[in-house]
């Protein structure tokens, strides 16, 4: 049967758009069972509406606490037979709960080349820091903010003249090109991991 997974938002949301259109063009062999985003009326549950996608809001401002949270964001996972979530833009930290539901199968894109930059203003932080290079990193999520094991990095140069909105475009453009293959990976169970180290083994 065809995987399913769950995409977490809090914004935008184009990188749940490039996970959609890799998924509904086959190269991501599993289906997006339900967007959840953490707060009412961004744009990213527009248009996860308007291609016709489950929605779900888990408000984080009607929860007493973290694990109350992410009890909740995970129950509407399980609700929906998602097998693995990707983070996409999704700006709360999830706790243990997540991570006991779906061991080695939570994966988030930060625009950074960890364990540089983790945090909110990861590519405000790279300018300030007057870093040539620095490019984004898709990871499983842990306890810790921006640090579980890696899956896959990509390289993207800081250019002259850029502003924050420049460079993080120029990042965006090349997420949207690696979360779909991490993606595709874990959809075919091509991942293994081992400690920190995560290996991608051949194609069954
Ligand atoms: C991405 O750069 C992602 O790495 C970061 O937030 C941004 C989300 O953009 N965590 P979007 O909502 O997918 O457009």
């Not at 991501?28 to 779900?56: F, K, M, N, Q, W």
């Not at 810790?144 to 993207?156: L, R, S, T, W, Y």
């Not at 924050?164 to 779909?180: D, F, G, M, N």
Request: aromatic share 6%.
């Amino acid at each position: 049967m065809k995987k399913r997974f769950g995409v977490l938002v809090s914004g935008t949301g184009t990188n749940m758009q490039a996970l959609l259109r890799a998924s509904r063009e086959g190269f991501v062999p599993a289906e997006i069972c339900v967007v959840i985003s953490d707060r009412p009326g961004v744009r990213a549950l527009e248009v996860a509406s308007r291609e016709g996608l489950r929605t779900a809001v888990v408000d984080f401002t009607e929860f007493d606490s973290r694990d109350e949270f992410t009890e909740a964001v995970t129950a509407e996972l399980l609700s929906q037979g998602a097998d693995f979530v990707c983070l996409a833009g999704f700006m709360r930290i999830l706790s243990r709960p997540i991570l006991e539901a779906y061991p080695n199968a939570v994966v988030n894109t930060h625009p950074s080349l960890l364990p540089a930059f983790p945090g909110v203003d990861a590519v405000r932080q790279a300018l300030q820091y007057g870093v040539k290079v620095t490019g984004c990193t898709v990871h499983f999520i842990d306890e810790e903010v921006d640090h579980g094991p890696i899956i896959a990095q990509e390289a993207v140069s800081v250019l002259p003249g850029d502003d924050e909105t420049s460079l993080h475009e120029r990042i965006k453009a090349v997420e949207h090109q690696l979360y779909p293959k991490v993606a595709r990976w874990l959809a075919l169970d091509r991942i293994r991991v081992h400690g920190r180290v995560v290996e991608l083994v051949d194609e069954p």
